[in-house]
């Protein structure tokens, strides 16, 4: 907001837009930059809503991944489109997973651990667990 960086993400652009509008409405205004451990309310705010919009992202993306893009590994364990989901303990080597799990304080699935969830859970109409791709 005092211009010190830029802001170049899409889905901000138009949030940081309105903001600076809003904030010219006010005849005094001023901005104060908190650094994160000093506003832990405040960050683990935004690290929520942040993991509910990769949550919903994530489902949306995991709805694509078809049957033949998941196998059930010896170990019993899932490769879902080149990446191992280990659901005992809600892990994925994705790139995406990896750079959540390093960043974040809330636990963030991707879409290969909802892939891997959702399809380990469906059974078939005579209630037998679904056979995967080996």
Request: glycine share 2%.
């Amino acid at each position: 907001m005092q211009g010190t960086y830029a802001v170049n993400a899409p889905r901000i652009v138009p949030l940081h837009r309105t903001a600076k509008k809003l904030a010219q409405r006010f005849k005094q205004i001023r901005f104060q930059w908190v650094p994160r451990e000093d506003n832990k309310e405040a960050d683990l705010l935004s690290q929520r809503a942040y993991a509910e919009y990769m949550l919903r992202r994530a489902r949306k993306e995991a709805d694509a991944i078809t049957w033949d893009k998941i196998a059930k590994l010896p170990d019993g364990r899932f490769l879902v489109q080149r990446s191992t989901v280990d659901l005992t303990a809600e892990t994925c080597s994705c790139a995406e997973s990896k750079r959540h799990q390093t960043r974040l304080d809330v636990k963030i699935a991707c879409r290969h651990i909802i892939a891997a969830q959702k399809l380990a859970s469906e059974a078939t109409s005579d209630g037998d667990v679904r056979i995967f791709n080996s």
